[in-house]
T-cell receptor, first 113, second 118 residues
Framework: EAQVTQNPRYLITVTGKKLTVTCSQN?????MSWYRQDPGLGLRQIYY???????DKGDVPEGYKVSRKEKRNFPLILESPSPNQTSLYFC????????????FGSGTQLSVL | AQKITQTQPGMFVQEKEAVTLDCTYD???????LFWYKQPSSGEMIFLIY??????QNATEGRYSLNFQKARKSANLVISASQLGDSAMYFC???????????????FGSGTQLTVLP
């Protein structure tokens, strides 16, 4: 089944404790991205990747890192999480960055205390 | 400036009636795509419908249609014969083919919470 798999689904952590949210897709998509969703703001892009070893900042990259060592995986890293990073996070992928639909993971609800 | 504007934070509709969710966008790029996604209370994002800026006809997918008015820069979603399962948050999004300063990305509106009443 074609899908984007994100883990974990829920995560509660404390300020400053490094964490990684994993994202994997099985559709051989070139384009992957991370979004955060906050009430009243919709989804905002954090980082995206056009292909292996090619990543770039989205609209809200501060406090986040990503890597794309393999085509299928695109982890999101929070080196020192802060409470303002409490949010719902989505990983998404598409065949390219053209006008194909994005496939979304099921989301990760992160709470930073 | 907001690229995607959804002016209705919440909407109510009676079951079996049609409802229109508003979306306006702002771009100077002549080539772009418009998308609608549904997010039920379970949280996943479900793709509904796509309209390309050069498409001559309005897109339709089952009970969903996109009322595309290019000159007015609007891309309203019409849901016909509403069902209780249509209760969800709905997001309009746009992707420009030639953005300034960055690669193409999907830009989302703030969403409209639709509630279907029995």
């Amino acid at each position: 089944e074609a899908q984007v798999t994100q883990n974990p689904r829920y995560l509660i952590t404390v300020t400053g404790k490094k964490l990684t949210v994993t994202c994997s897709q099985n559709m051989n998509h070139e384009y992957m991205s991370w979004y955060r969703q906050d009430p009243g703001l919709g989804l905002r892009q954090i980082y995206y990747s056009m292909n292996v070893e090619v990543t770039d900042k989205g609209d809200v990259p501060e406090g986040y890192k990503v890597s794309r060592k393999e085509k299928r995986n695109f982890p999101l890293i929070l080196e020192s999480p802060s409470p303002n990073q409490t949010s719902l996070y989505f990983c998404a992928s598409s065949l390219s960055d053209g006008n194909e639909k994005l496939f979304f993971g099921s989301g990760t609800q992160l709470s930073v205390l | 400036a907001q690229k995607i504007t959804q002016t209705q934070p919440g909407m109510f509709v009676q079951e079996k009636e049609a409802v229109t969710l508003d979306c306006t966008y702002d771009t100077s790029d002549p080539s772009y795509g418009l998308f609608w996604y549904k997010q039920p209370s379970s949280g996943e994002m479900i793709f509904l419908i796509y309209q390309g800026s050069y498409d001559q006809q309005n897109a339709t997918e089952g009970r969903y249609s996109l009322n595309f008015q290019k000159a007015r820069k609007s891309a309203n979603l019409v849901i016909s014969a509403s069902q209780l399962g249509d209760s969800a948050m709905y997001f309009c999004a746009m992707r420009e083919d030639h953005p300034t300063g960055s690669a193409r990305q999907l830009t989302f509106g703030s969403g409209t919470q639709l509630t279907v009443l029995p």
